[in-house]
C-alpha cells in the first residue's frame, strides 16, 4: 500500500464505491512544499494512488516525491517497448520533484526515468552488515555474470576479494546445467550479492557446488521476493539479509530485513516528518 511520509494526518486516501482511489486533502496550501510518498512492491492500484497523491500535492502548490524502493518492471529490460518503458511512462507521469528507489536492477529502467537517485547495493550493504559478519568476511561472491559489478562494488566498499560464479545453461534446452565458482579462501565468511531473489534457484544452485563453504555463507539480496522454495534459502545460508523494499520479504523464515527508509532518506530533500 501507499504510505505517505510528510503530513499523513492531513491527506485520506479513499475509494469510490466504483473502486477508483481518492485523495481527501485538508485545509488549502497544507500540501505546499516538500512532501513524500512511499510505494513498496509493484502493486498496480498502489502506484495509480500514487499519481493521485502527486496530483493532489502539486494542486496544493507543493513537491511530491516518490520512494519506490523497488522498482517495478526493472527486470524487463531487455525490450524497451516491454514492461520496463511502461512503468517508467507511467512514473514520470507523476511529474515527481525526485523519484529514490534502491538497487535497480540494470541501467535501462533507471536511465528512462526523470530525476531518480538510486542507493545502490554497496551502499546499502556497507549501512546494514551486522559488525560481526564484516569482521569476518573474506570474500564476496557474484552468483552469475549479471552480478558481477554489483558485487564487485561491494566487495570494493568492504575491502575484500570478489569471487565470480557462473550459471552454466544448456542452450538447447534453455535450462541451467549447473554452476562454477572461482577457488575459495578456506575459513572465513563469504558474502553471495544480487539485487533480487525470487524462488531462490541460482542461490541454491550456487550453495550445491561450494560445499567447502558451507557453514561460511551468507546472502544479501536488496529486495526479496521470495517466492515458491525460496523458504529453503536458510538451509544453505547461515544469514539471509535483504530490506522490505518488496512485500514478499517475510517469506524467508529467520531472514534478517533492513528498513528501507533507512537507506534512501538521506537522499530525500525534505526528510518525512510523520510515519
Not at 495509480?48 to 493532489?56: E, G, K, Q, R, Y
Not at 559478519?133 to 555474470?145: F, M, N, S
Not at 521470495?226 to 520479504?249: I, K
Request: charged share 20%.
Amino acid at each position: 500500500m501507499i504510505e505517505i511520509l510528510t503530513n499523513a494526518e492531513r491527506v485520506e486516501v479513499i475509494r469510490f464505491p466504483a473502486g477508483e482511489p481518492h485523495i481527501v486533502g485538508g485545509e488549502p496550501g497544507q500540501l505546499a512544499g516538500d512532501q513524500v510518498a512511499c510505494v513498496r512492491g509493484c502493486d498496480a492500484d498502489d502506484l495509480v494512488t500514487l499519481l493521485m497523491w502527486a496530483s493532489a500535492v502539486r494542486g496544493d502548490g507543493g513537491r511530491p516525491h516518490a520512494v519506490l524502493p523497488y522498482l517495478p518492471g526493472a527486470r524487463a529490460d531487455r525490450d524497451p517497448r516491454m514492461e520496463a518503458q511502461v512503468y517508467a511512462e507511467l512514473i514520470n507521469s507523476g511529474r515527481f520533484a525526485s523519484v529514490v528507489t534502491l538497487d535497480p536492477h540494470s541501467p535501462v529502467m533507471p536511465g528512462m526515468l526523470d530525476r531518480l537517485t538510486a542507493v545502490g547495493a554497496a551502499e546499502l550493504v556497507d549501512r546494514f552488515l551486522p559488525d560481526g559478519l564484516r569482521r569476518d568476511l573474506v570474500g564476496v561472491i557474484a552468483p552469475d555474470h549479471g552480478a558481477a559489478n554489483r558485487a564487485g562494488d561491494v566487495a570494493r566498499t568492504l575491502e575484500v576479494p570478489l569471487f565470480q560464479a557462473l550459471k552454466h545453461r544448456d542452450f538447447q534446452t534453455g535450462r541451467l546445467s549447473g554452476f562454477s565458482c572461482d577457488a575459495l579462501p578456506e575459513g572465513g565468511d563469504l558474502l553471495v550479492v544480487d539485487d533480487i531473489c525470487d524462488g531462490g534457484g541460482t542461490f541454491m544452485g550456487l550453495a550445491g557446488v561450494i560445499p567447502e563453504a558451507a557453514g561460511r555463507l551468507h546472502l544479501w539480496v536488496t529486495h526479496g521476493v521470495f517466492s515458491g522454495a525460496a523458504a529453503g534459502l536458510v538451509t544453505a545460508y547461515s544469514t539471509v539479509m535483504t530490506t522490505d523494499s518488496h512485500p514478499g520479504c517475510t517469506g524467508v523464515p529467520g531472514a534478517i530485513v533492513f528498513p528501507s527508509l533507512e537507506a534512501v532518506v538521506p537522499h530525500l530533500p525534505a526528510p518525512p516528518t510523520s510515519r
